[in-house]
């Protein structure tokens, strides 16, 4: 986890200074700020706890969220943007008011059920967030994603974008606040590339009603999605 509470303040790992007393947001148990070289600096549970809150979250994930978080500080268009705070029972990765609008970073790197997806997709529109999937990559992992089949999380991700004359995308995280769209076609010749987009600028958000398709179920749901057309 990349924040903890410090005199009843959210603190950063990264902004945060030992000596200091931390405590667990979502447990209330104290953390240890893990301040390193090589590792990102973050806070971690005694071995002894039976939080669930942070574990196992990978050095990939928590450098992602960081450089999300970055891209949207400084840009003119974001009024507030926070780490790991809570909408309802869900902490999104990143949370930013972007021109008035609720915005749920959702960095995915390993697999998350349906169940999960959907859960969390209904929760964001109940409670007014719009939400974007991430998706890590790099060029290594962009080769093998285009000659693999998507896995039925990421269709599922994929096609939850759709609606009115769009069709389904998936964003890859590029950085600087930029995103790789791309449009799965046929499997056999892997992924269509769109162009890359800047996550405030070229994205705008919009209500799709529920609908079921591609396989899958979605409910009544709000996303932050691409415009069409982007030119970068
Ligand atoms: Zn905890």
Redesign the pocket.
Known sequence: MLTAINNEKIVIARDAQKPGFFT?P????V?TLRKGRVKIHHFA?RST?S?G??KGESELHMDLKMQVYDSLRDHQDVEEVAIEVAVGNVRPDVLATIRGCRVAFEIQISALSIDELYRRTELYARSGVYVIWLLSVNPKVNTWYRLRRPESWERWIHHSYSGGNRSGEIHFWYGNGLVRPFRYGNYDRGLGMARRAHIVDDFFPIRLPSWTGGGFHYPERRVWRRRMNTKR
Request: charged share 20%.
């Open positions: 667990c979502e447990c209330g148990e953390v549970h706890t939080c809150y942070g």
